[in-house]
């Protein structure tokens, strides 16, 4: 179980000459719930871009199991990139399609199915996600959640071996939220697919996160990496407490951060 | 290291009330997998049988492909009165067919197609035409209201929204009404010319591209383009700040979006058209001189004087008044397709397109009517 399947080496990522963040180098496991956290403006959604190849990185490289994202040329680019699948913030389902046709894209794009296979395989992956029935709405007409699913199921379409979730609880409430969760725990489970998340929901990060990298806005690098909960009980940076305890480490009493960490547990 | 896929097959043995069924070699998207509705069709009318199981020890890999297949079973299974057991199938599948399961789809979720009949079409475009036009009156009545409150100084709106409007459709759009309207003045004096140089009176299409360019042309071409450049703009500009909720923002802090939105760009297109109609006819009368001084022997002087002579000022009232008041619609038909604009990206488009259709047509409209009032009244 534990062979790397994304590896992140000496990354460098800018804007033009600003520097987001530097010297990231981390692993992610196959079949992790690996967590990117950190606060708002600290790179993240940047880091998330650069794994799944819409941002090339100032410096380093990102590595698909042994070969290299940012090495390989477009045709190799694009053939890696398939494994992976992403949902963004909002959804991001096209606006004029149908849930039905937005899934069924993927599909029609880059395998030979029948429109009868793709049919059942688009409302195989929409009852998945909890969204049976729902093939011939068009996404303004479903509630925030339900977008964010449909979007999921899209995010699905090709069996994805990797995962990528920008803020996937950001908008929904708490009950939603738990929902999804779950959703992201049971898909790894069954599909034994690796699944990254950006988030800074606290409750997300410690009910299923496996492991977790904590990027810094002020130093501009990583500054902490390990099971978030072990984080918690372990770590002695005061930003990574004050992250993990919602500000409640301003008490000098590392110990009494913890018990209030625990409580919020 | 690629892995030939082992052929897929899957198999029903029939014991009394138990049907077992066997599932074998790899099941992915890429691979050639037997018809289901054979399997189907030996369970017969399904009586016979209370019991499903499956048998998986020779299932090799297996993907989406495989789940679809076994949710037809089931479903199928289950239609028939036949039960299902999945213990046997790998946790994987039990899992996903859990969540697969797990919400049933809500009765009266699925849409049907409807059959509508072009009785109904007409109907309904007729009804929709009648909503329009009241849209229409609502949106031009409260640009009236903004208006008043404009000239008794109560709008709520920012100077520097006026100016900015002003800068983007007016100097910004000299480059593109420059080119059109010289092509313009040149086209009609090549026109023109064909006739009049049979009894030589080439001097004449002065009078020809000086009249036609500043009652008609000149207004027409600025107005046109401006459509397309100004009255899009406008559409997809507030399009998409009602995509974004921003226009819902502005009014709960308290603004009109009529005033604080609408009305700068009406006033900054109603201000900027007469100027730039005035500097096409210009342009067009340019044009038209660079081809009769060039080709018909007729000079730069003899040609200005005889414009001088053909343009009276109501000539170049007319033009400027026609094309201050295409200005009002094209501002109109931009801002109001904006601001119904639904709330998504593709809508945002269907406004733009819509507010360029809208624009043309009423512009075409316009003209038509005011040159037909100017010639009864003999202007």
Redesign the interface.
Known sequence: MNSPCLSIKNMTMAYGNFIIQRDLDFTINRGDIFVIMGASGCGKSTLLMHLIGLHRPMSGDVFYGEESLWQADYKDRQRLLRQTGVLFQSGAL???MTLAENVALPLTEH???GAQ?IR??V???L??V???????????ELSGGMQKRAGLARAMAL?PKILFFDEPSAGLDPVSAKLLDD?IR??R????ATIVIVTHELASIFAIGTYSVFLDMETKTMIASGPPKQLLAESRDPKVLRFLTRGASESSNISAIKRQGHEIL | MAVDNRPSNITVNCKAHLLEVDIIGDWL??SQIPDLDLILAQFGDGTQFKKLVFSTESLGRW???L??EL??LISYSEEKGISVDTKTLP??????L?????????AG???QSIHISWLEIVGNSGLRLQSDVNALIVFIGNLTLSVFAFFRGKAHFRWVDLWRNVQDCGPSALPIITLISLLVGLILAFVGSVQLSLFGAQLYIADLVGLGMSREMGGLMTAVIMSGRTGAAYAAQLGTMQVNNEIDALETMGFDPMEFLVLPRVLALIFVMPLLCLYADLMGIIGGALVTVNFFEVSLVEYINRTINAIHMLDLSVGVFKCAVFGVLIALSGCMRGMQC??????VGDATTSAVVTGIVFIVIADSLMTIICNRLGI
């Not at chain 1, 909890?130 to 303004?140: K, Q, V």
């Open positions: 096209l606006s004029s395998t030979r199915l296979r059942q395989l409302s195989y992956k009852a998945l909890g969204l049976a029935g729902f093939e011939d709405y068009y996404p303004a069996d959703l049971s898909l489970d069954h599909l034994g | 998207l890429d993907d989406s492909l789940m679809t949710i037809k946790s994987g599948i039990q899992g996903l859990g969540l697969v399961f797990a919400v049933p789809e809500r979720v699925r849409r639904g709330r998504s990206a593709s809508e």
